[in-house]
């Protein structure tokens, strides 16, 4: 989904909207031999229609329930190692959400998939950050949502190889504004 108010209907969560999309596209970051391209950002809303919907949707928050509707922000990012080793990438450290919310990396309604992972010399993957920023409604329109990215390490040797760096990403709402981004 690219176009704000395009939906479509999960059969393991419910019907998924998007209502926010980063206007800052491909933003690349290099650090030392290690490159982190943000792909994207996107604010959705999720309204689980059954109760395996909603349990299926709490359960990646690690929550007792979700309220219906839901916002969430996803975030999809590539990172490259072009070191002759093994690197352990350090992932989303902490976000800080439009409206002053900050939370950490290794909070339960965050979820980065890249956290800690390791990338072996001369590969890229594709990573993807969840983060639950309204559990009780569709209303949460943040303008802007900032990721600070940890150092990454060598695998073997544990050392610092790249440092990390943080990330503005300005968030639309402007169904007009989709199109030229």
């Known amino acids: 989904m690219y176009k704000i108010g395009q ?11 998007l209502t926010g999309i980063s206007t800052k596209r ?19 809303t999720n309204t689980p229609k059954t109760a395996a919907q909603r349990i299926n949707s709490a359960s990646d928050y690690n929550l007792d329930k979700v309220s219906n ?10 990172v490259q190692n ?3 080793n093994a690197v352990t990438f350090g992932g989303v450290r902490q976000l800080t959400i439009g409206n002053g919310s900050i939370l950490n990396g290794t909070d339960e309604l965050v979820i980065d998939d890249g956290q800690s992972e390791q990338l072996l010399p001369h590969t ?5 950050i969840h983060v639950l920023i309204d559990k009780f409604t569709d209303r949460a329109h943040p303008q802007k949502v900032h990721l600070y990215f940890g150092s990454s390490k060598g695998t073997v040797t544990l050392r610092k190889v790249a ?3 943080d990330c503005l990403l300005p968030i639309t709402y402007d169904r007009a504004a ?3 981004v």
């Open 7 to 17: 939906y479509y209907n999960s059969a393991k969560y419910g019907r998924i909207k």
């Open 26 to 44: 491909n933003v690349v970051y290099t650090r030392n031999q290690l490159i982190t391209t943000i792909n994207w950002a996107k604010i959705c």
């Open 69 to 78: 509707p839901y916002t969430y922000l996803k975030v999809q990012y590539t």
């Open 82 to 84: 072009n070191f002759s």
């Open 124 to 128: 890229k993957r594709v990573f993807t």
């Open 163 to 165: 440092a990390g760096f």
């Open 178 to 180: 989709d199109d030229s």
